[in-house]
Nanobody
Framework: QVQLVESGGGTVEPGGSLTLSCVGSGFTFRNYYMRWYRQTPQKERELVAGITAAGTYTDYADDVKGRFTITRNNAKNTVDLQMNNLKIGDTAIYFC??????????WGQGTQVTVAA
């Protein structure tokens, strides 16, 4: 059974930090491109950050560059998102995504991040 389980969400003040973690099981994690997305009621789900299967390359949405860092540990089947200098606009549900191809793509259930004074 394929599972992606996120953790680490919570409430933090502007300027604070959080680290989200996602652990995968039931598939060959090391072969999958991993991404973090986020969604709010006002916006469609948007890509936040991605990392290649071997962890060699990363990419970020423009508004999180320099503040967020995505990393992965293929030995532990985990992908993390370190979020620094959080802004109110970062408030969203964050989803972990694993994609090998169109037929092999999985989503986690999401974790809430709230940035509020």
């Amino acid at each position: 059974q394929v599972q992606l389980v996120e953790s680490g969400g919570g409430t933090v003040e502007p300027g604070g930090s959080l680290t989200l973690s996602c652990v995968g099981s039931g598939f060959t994690f090391r072969n999958y491109y991993m991404r973090w997305y986020r969604q709010t009621p006002q916006k469609e789900r948007e890509l936040v950050a991605g990392i290649t299967a071997a962890g060699t390359y990363t990419d970020y949405a423009d508004d999180v560059k320099g503040r967020f860092t995505i990393t992965r540990n293929n030995a532990k089947n985990t992908v993390d998102l370190q979020m620094n200098n959080l802004k109110i606009g970062d408030t969203a549900i964050y989803f972990c995504n694993a994609r090998y191809n169109e037929q092999n793509e999985y989503w986690g259930q999401g974790t809430q991040v709230t940035v509020a004074a």
